[in-house]
């Protein structure tokens, strides 16, 4: 059998070293042809070291000698900067970029891999968040896969296999509601980082972790699911469910729901991902329904958590109005992890920002550029006069 080959961009972080996991489990099926990282040259290293990969990229272009002095008795190419990240996804001996790194970044080497016809094993959401309607067309265009590693989507996926004649009526996100469920507004005003980095059921990077505390990270995908399945926003639906079993649902136009289960563990959705359409045995903890004998719903509450309303508006609205609210979101979450600005504000710099960008309806890559980077110069001038 041929070995399906791999390249990681983000390998140093949550994903990226959970997908190493798996690769590490599976030597017979994956080999890891591509490494990349922005900071974390240690492990970088480390992990070239061990998985021998043909590059590998390091986006601090100040940490370029330290890597390729540490890999220079290995044959691989050492690259460093954003210019590199584009060239290696399109490297011959790649059938696979798993894109996980976090943010705006992953847009342009994700459009660079789909346009050298490799699959995509999508966890950078915030790639479809701001350009969807772009790269699904291409993918269309040049026969690729998009294959989801978020857990409600590949959740979605899982349930539609075998069901591709068949019309979705809606699907149901299931959201587990962060560290901050059920907490008031007069609460949050006062919650710093580290409570909010705090995740009762995953460990996440730090940006996703206060996406998932503000319902961002729902929100985000809310409009991941629009691109990814083709839905409407009324399709569309999110149901807070604390224990993060259920991993999402679809419901057919015949009424039947079909859901995916298992215990909250990235390193499924990944290696389903990067092996589909066949299954791999695995040795992940299995889900025993006597140590969960409540699983319960709660609708979000949309009043306190902005976000998520925020998200559904832009969802309307189309255009170029998902990037934008992407693009302060980053800047946002960024300002709050430096503890200079409030957890509420965050919404505060989203909604203005969307108010002051000019909206633009069918947006060209070019057009996505200049909006993003609009966006964040206004929020970071909001967030300049607010602190
Ligand atoms: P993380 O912060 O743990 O890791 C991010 C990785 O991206 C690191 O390897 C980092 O070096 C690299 N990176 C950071 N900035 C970069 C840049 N500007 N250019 C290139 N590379 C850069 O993040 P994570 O939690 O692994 O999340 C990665 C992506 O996957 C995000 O889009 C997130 O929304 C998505 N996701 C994560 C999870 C999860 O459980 N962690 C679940 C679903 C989706
Ligand atoms: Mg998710």
Not at 354 to 367: G, Q
Request: glycine fraction near 6%; charge should be negative; hydrophobic fraction near 45%.
């Amino acid at each position: 059998m041929m070995k399906k080959r791999i390249a990681i961009l983000g390998s140093t972080g949550s994903i990226g070293t959970q997908a190493l996991e798996v690769i590490e489990a599976n030597p017979e099926v994956f080999s890891v042809e591509v490494l990349t990282a922005q900071q974390n040259a240690d492990l970088l290293i480390v992990q070239a070291q061990k998985f021998a990969p043909k590059e590998v990229v390091i986006g601090n272009e100040a940490l370029f000698e330290k890597v390729k002095t540490a890999l220079s008795n290995l044959p691989i190419k050492v690259y460093c900067g954003a210019d590199a990240l584009v060239n290696v996804v399109e490297a011959e001996n790649v059938d696979i970029v798993l894109t996980a790194m976090v943010g705006y970044a992953g847009l342009l080497p994700t459009i660079h891999a789909i346009r050298a016809g490799k699959h995509i094993a999508l966890a950078n959401k915030e790639t479809l968040v701001v350009a969807g309607e772009l790269i699904m067309g291409l993918a269309k265009e040049h026969q690729i896969d998009i294959l989801p590693v978020d857990s409600e989507h590949s959740a979605i996926f899982q349930c539609l296999t075998g069901e591709y004649e068949n019309p979705i009526e809606k699907i149901i996100l299931t959201a587990s509601g962060g560290p901050f469920r059920g907490k008031d507004r007069a609460f949050l005003a006062t919650v710093t980082k580290e409570q909010a980095l705090k995740h009762p059921n995953w460990s996440m990077g730090a940006k996703i972790t206060i996406d998932s505390a503000t319902l961002m990270n729902k929100g985000l995908e809310v409009i991941e699911a629009k691109w990814l399945f083709g839905l409407t926003s009324n399709q569309i639906e999110v149901i807070v469910h604390p224990q993060s079993i259920i991993h999402s649902l679809v419901q057919f136009e015949d009424g039947s729901m079909k859901a995916q289960m298992g215990l909250p563990d990235m390193k499924l959705p990944i290696q389903y991902a990067l092996h589909y359409p066949q299954r791999l045995k695995s040795t992940f903890p299995r889900f025993n329904f006597i140590d969960y004998p409540s699983l319960s719903f709660e609708k979000p509450d949309q009043e306190t958590f902005r976000n998520l309303a925020i998200a559904y508006h832009v969802l309307e609205k189309g255009g170029n109005t998902a990037c934008i609210i992407n693009a302060a979101n980053e800047i946002a979450v960024d300002a709050f992890l430096h503890d200079r600005i409030g957890f509420l504000e965050i919404s505060d710099v989203i909604t203005d920002t969307l108010a002051k960008v000019s909206y633009i309806a069918k947006p060209s890559y070019s057009d996505y550029v200049e909006t993003n980077d609009e966006a964040r110069r206004l929020a970071s001038e909001m967030i300049h006069l607010k602190v």
